[in-house]
């Protein structure tokens, strides 16, 4: 091998290098360093679960203040089946 042609191939893998950093360091001008990144996934994790226990006190609110109706109307309806019990055995007691 000559020295023309071994001078040529440095000179062809010193290029390649050259286009390969130059791709890397376009690459990297858009990427965010790890550390920025781990920052902004905590503050990103600490407002989402503040939100969830934000909306898990309104949920405890709405529930506390919400009548509660089923209760209510069992007790109606129990109400009346006592009241037409008692009216049905008077009724059937007095003959008419």
């Known amino acids: 091998m000559s020295l023309e ?3 040529t191939q440095v000179d062809n893998v010193i290029k390649t290098l050259d286009e390969l950093r130059d791709d890397l360091k376009k690459q990297n001008a858009g990427a965010v ?3 920025e990144w781990e920052q902004r996934n905590r503050f990103v994790d600490e407002r ?3 939100q969830g226990r934000e909306i898990g006190e309104l949920r405890r609110m709405i ?13 109606v309806v129990a109400a009346i089946s006592v009241t037409i019990t008692v009216v049905v055995l008077i009724s059937n007691n007095a003959g008419i």
């Open 33 to 35: 360093p790890r550390l």
């Open 63 to 75: 529930e506390g203040r919400r009548p509660q109706w089923p209760a209510v109307l069992s007790s």
């Open 5 to 7: 042609v071994l001078s």
């Open 48 to 50: 989402f679960q503040g």
